[in-house]
């Protein structure tokens, strides 16, 4: 399917359909369980505008901040813009689908294969930075084949704005256009290149990134800190998960269909121009791999192969028995059932511990939150009544500072206080807070805050609601006496980045 020939009609009502129902089982699922840990954090930062954070851009935290005061502080009003977002990926993807001279069915089956896979699934029911994080890498995706397809220039003008909006969320789009880059340079067609249009659409990302890039440089490049963190505590673990999580995090039976778009432009020579695409999924791999990034920042790549695969796959499924057919069938089936089970609320919070958890731990973080606060309100009133004005909590992780953040007023609890990520930058607790000090986990023995903060003693263990086994689960509380330096000077010696 090249530049001369006219494209199929978009296939605007069964795919319509895929979306309007997507978004009301997301809508009808969003308050099941209540806030992510990142989601507390989100609406925290979001509550302090800025260019830039910590570990991430400021494009998330904005869209947190606009969906709470629209739709309210609850988790079905954040989670409107992650549902959105998830919405506008499956139109995304049927769009590249028909890039590829795809018509109706094909376009419904892409549709569906992206509504119903599990890192769609899990993305678009709770807002991360990678909710927008996949829309931005399909838009880019979408405009870069219609720029290889057409070699029309002007299609650089869309990824430019798109890579410059991916930037204001989150860097790892820098592997995506390093990826679409290779390929066209190795496998063509070259001419998109020899275009004046290509310095206009850098000109467009720079100019959107650059309050990113610019605050990121003023405070010293903290996301790289907390970047070579990850890559040094979970380096190897997570080459060593890579491959396997390329063959789950979307789903097992859509793993025909992604090699079937990977092999397709080099058999087809109407797709010849494709071959960029193929070539790009790779080198974003070995990227990563060389990183030790996580597994799931490739997946956004494998949405086009799989708009690009579909064809193929489905056209031999027509060609086969009915066997053949039952069998596909089944298996879609159960791994729809387990997207669902690993990607939605959709089980009571005690079913969740066991295999579910260990396939995708993010709906355990999701558990439990008023509980928590509740905890920490009971371990608060240990403090005599007299020397609460001076007190302070400091919490180990941003979760626990957000959900008490959240939580803590209507219990009658003060402003939290955390050295974790951009909550380090929201402090330290004013010079005249000196104490007692309720610290909330986190801090382990031998640690800065060990040596700046003494005299604790252990007055609660926190356990999760219905005994989910996430992050909270047997947190300790513990009341200190004693802060050997002014909060003002202990503060930087406390600072986590990861």
């Known amino acids: 399917m090249g530049a001369g020939r006219e494209l199929p009609r978009f296939a605007a009502l069964p795919v319509g359909v895929v979306v309007a129902v997507q978004a009301v089982v997301l809508t009808v699922l969003s308050g099941r369980y209540g806030f992510h840990r990142d989601e507390l954090y989100f ?6 505008p800025d260019w830039g954070y910590v570990d991430n851009p400021p494009i998330t935290p904005w869209l947190a901040r606009a969906s709470t005061v629209l739709f309210g502080e609850t988790p ?24 590829f001279g795809a018509g109706r069915g094909v376009q419904l089956f892409t549709a569906l294969a992206t509504a119903l896979s599990s890192y769609v699934l899990v993305v678009s029911h709770m807002l991360a930075t990678n909710s927008a994080d996949l829309l931005l890498w399909s838009l880019i995706a979408l405009s870069g084949v219609k720029l290889l397809r ?12 798109a890579a410059g909006l ?26 998109v290149f020899r275009t004046w249009w290509l310095a206009a659409g850098i000109g467009i990302a720079v100019v959107l990134a650059a309050p990113v890039v610019l605050w990121q440089a003023a405070h010293g490049w903290p996301m790289l800190t907390v970047a070579g963190g990850i890559s040094a505590d979970d380096g190897a673990e997570n080459r060593v998960l890579f491959v396997p999580m390329q063959l789950v995090l979307l789903s097992p039976v859509l793993v025909p269909v992604w090699v079937a778009g990977l092999l397709r432009p080099w058999r087809d020579p109407a797709l010849r121009w494709a071959r960029a695409l193929t070539i790009a999924y790779p080198v974003v791999c070995l990227e990563l791999l060389a990183a030790g990034g996580k597994p ?34 089944a298996a879609t089936a159960v791994c729809v059932v387990v997207s669902v089970l690993i990607g939605l609320p959709v ?21 439990g939150w008023p509980g928590f606060a ?33 939580y803590g007023p209507g219990l009658g609890l003060p402003q939290p206080y955390s050295p974790h990520m951009s909550y380090a930058d929201w402090g330290p607790p004013p010079d005249r807070l000196v104490g007692p000090v309720l610290l909330v986990g986190g801090f382990e023995r031998g640690s800065p805050a060990s040596r700046l903060i003494t005299g604790c003693r252990p007055v609660a263990k926190h356990f999760t609601d219905d005994g989910v086994d996430n992050d909270e689960n047997g947190v300790v509380l513990s009341l200190c006496s004693t802060l050997t330096e002014p909060w003002s000077t202990a503060w930087p010696a406390l600072r986590q980045f990861y």
């Open 43 to 48: 609406v925290a930062a979001g509550r302090r």
């Open 76 to 99: 079905t009003g954040l989670r409107v813009i992650a549902t959105l977002l998830g919405v506008a990926t499956v139109v995304v993807a049927a769009l590249l689908a028909r890039e």
């Open 150 to 161: 057409t070699g029309d220039g002007r299609w650089w003008l869309a990824v430019g704005t």
């Open 166 to 191: 991916g930037l204001a969320n989150k860097w790892l789009v820098l592997l995506l256009l390093s990826g679409l880059g290779a390929g066209a340079a190795v496998a063509g067609p070259r001419r």
């Open 296 to 329: 799931y920042y490739s997946i956004p790549l494998l949405l086009p192969l799989v708009a690009l695969g579909a064809e193929p796959v489905l056209r031999w499924l027509g060609r086969g028995r009915v066997t053949r057919r039952v069998l596909t069938g």
């Open 347 to 367: 089980v009571p919070p005690p079913a969740l511990n066991g295999v579910l958890l260990a396939l995708n731990k993010e709906p355990g973080e999701q558990v």
């Open 374 to 406: 509740n905890s920490v309100a009971v371990a608060w009133q240990r403090i005599p009544a007299a020397e609460r004005d001076t007190a302070v909590i400091v919490t180990g992780n941003y979760g626990e500072a957000g959900a008490l953040e959240r």
